[in-house]
């Protein structure tokens, strides 16, 4: 990320949102030097909330803020209740391995953001 930064080139990096790695000595001083998005994935068409944050450097991604605002654990996009990420899945995965992939949605959306950003 660095060596991105120190050469101009467009870097993210997509830590969940509830990682320690944004509480590292060394990221907070990084991010200071780009900017990040909140998102989440229930908005892209997930059953679960999954709050996310992009960090970006060199790249605006602000386009992709996309937040629930839930009420009663509906969700304020599909205004269906959202999926708790915890315990067994059907077929017996765990739900939060279930919740890895990005949502298509999103795929979608970042892919668009960064052709318009990179021209």
């Not at 969940?16 to 991010?31: A, D, H």
């Not at 999926?83 to 949502?103: C, D, F, N, S």
Request: contains cysteine; charged residues 20%.
């Amino acid at each position: 990320m660095r060596l991105c930064l120190k050469n101009g080139i467009p870097v993210t990096y997509e830590p969940p949102e509830g990682s320690r790695m944004w509480w590292t000595p060394q990221f907070p001083k990084l991010l200071s030097k780009g900017s990040h998005v909140l998102l989440d994935f229930c908005c892209f068409g997930m059953r679960w909330r999954k709050p996310t944050r992009l960090a970006t450097w060199n790249i605006d991604l602000a386009g992709l803020r996309q937040r629930c605002s839930p009420i009663n654990n509906c969700c304020s996009t599909s205004v269906r209740p959202h999926a708790i990420l915890q315990g067994g899945a059907p077929g017996g995965e765990r739900w939060t391995k279930v919740a890895e992939p990005y949502p298509v949605g999103f795929c979608d959306a970042y892919a668009r953001a960064v052709v318009h950003e990179l021209g």
